[in-house]
């Protein structure tokens, strides 16, 4: 071992399992011999595939007995397993670095965090059931993974609705005009994203993270900005209260649990599954309720009448045959809700939230050359 000089391990045929490599890029399983130079090199029937500097070589995680590395100038998902323990010892010797991928703090503490969170979730599903755990859960998960999870869902909503964004330049600046407004009077530090989708799926939607959708379809049937402004709100709302996340949770369920669990809820499979849910899920009753409640503030607040949002949503709904994508499966409107919204309403006592110019160019945003 004091000897650093180039040495070739072993020279001849290896034992089965000796060491066996994965490029990263493929799922192919090399059987290879490695070769101690002034790097160590990865060879599969005398060729080449990688020589990785011993500086950069890290111990991956890994099964007991086995020595599992990667590589810091490699592929990041490229291992090799080396079962040969005087070999591996060796290789040991040489790499500086094998334990600089242990756990930094900052990683400690997330760990931490998520394995608290996972131990609650698991101790509140039995304890309360689904329901309940979500939304004891919903307030624990992290705004930066709330915002994946939406990154996440955004995907699956083009795969599902296969709607491109409405960009039109005059319409975006009425679009955002508007959403800042509401955004501000709605008491948000930063006006809230939120885009358009060329759909004509009447439906607006609000995703863990705080995106908001409005669908191109919802905004076609509308007759004045505060129809639009009042559904806008309403979706604010839902995203103050986390009810998306909740919903997520909820709907995604166990996978959502199990990937919590092991650490793997962003761009999982169990990820993937919940966002999708968020597309067909419901809010409850009592999170409607408090959706409207938000919005009626905000209305009030901008000095605008309540009644035009179930207006609009009555107007879509109403003969409508194929509900089940529109913006009564997921906020289902009952005549509580509508008579709640009538009865807040209030006589305009603020400006318009948009010109009848700026009205007309939103209309048209989804139009192209407008
Ligand atoms: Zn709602």
Redesign the pocket.
Known sequence: MADRGPETIPAGPQPEGASIFYDGTSSRRHQVQLALKDGLEIIENGTTLATWPFADIRRADGVAGILRLSCVTAPSLARLEVRDSALGAVLISRCPHLNDNAVGRRGVATIVGWSVAATVSIVAVIWFGLPLAADRLAPLVPSALERRIGDAAEGQMGAMFGGKTCSSAVGSLAFNKLMKKISTAAGFDTPVRATVLNTPVPNAFALPGGKVYLFNGLLARANDPDEIAGVLA??L??VSHR?NTRNMIYSGGTSFLIGLLFGDVTGSGALIFASRSLFTAS?SRE??QN??NFSIEVMHQLGRPTKPMGDLIFRVTGNQGDNTLS?LA??PLTEDRLKHLSDENRPASGPPLLSELEWTSLKAICKSGS
């Open positions: 309403h979706e709302g839902h009810d809010y999170a409607e959706a409207d913006i997921n906020h």
